[in-house]
């Protein structure tokens, strides 16, 4: 059952990205008629003569319960998922890095965006491809590369994924 995204809960997979409720840790630009939150200054994208590549994934929603069968993770660079347009929500399901591909199964955490949020994945997070529970556009920066950098794996047996909200 997944649990609600929070900086505190997400902290071992990578970082929450959203602004502050109370709108404090910006700053005015363009002559004060924007405000600006720098929400990622470190995304790892450059390993291995890597490049960010900024695109936009135009989503399905996705219903629950479903069933999980593969993780990929992306030891190279970071990658984020930031929704774009309406409040748009999307499950997470992760694994820390070094947990062995054969064993991913008994250690996947799921989280629930409260669909302002987005978020980067710390390079080698396991985490299933984007499942957007509301149709729509995201956000996603990403490395690319000659060297490889996506390990999939298969679960040794499916998972369901399923949530009351």
Known sequence: MPQALTDTVFAPFGRVLQVPADGQGGHAINQGTSQRFELVAD???TAEAGRPVVSISRALARVLPLTLVAMER?????QSFVPLGAARRFALVVAAGRVPAEALGDHLQAFVSNGTQ???LAPGTWHH???ALDAGDYLVLERRGDAVDCDLADLASPVRLAWAG
């Open 43 to 45: 995304a790892l994208l």
């Open 74 to 78: 992306h030891p190279l660079g970071s």
């Open 118 to 120: 987005g978020v980067l």
């Open 129 to 131: 491809g984007l499942l």
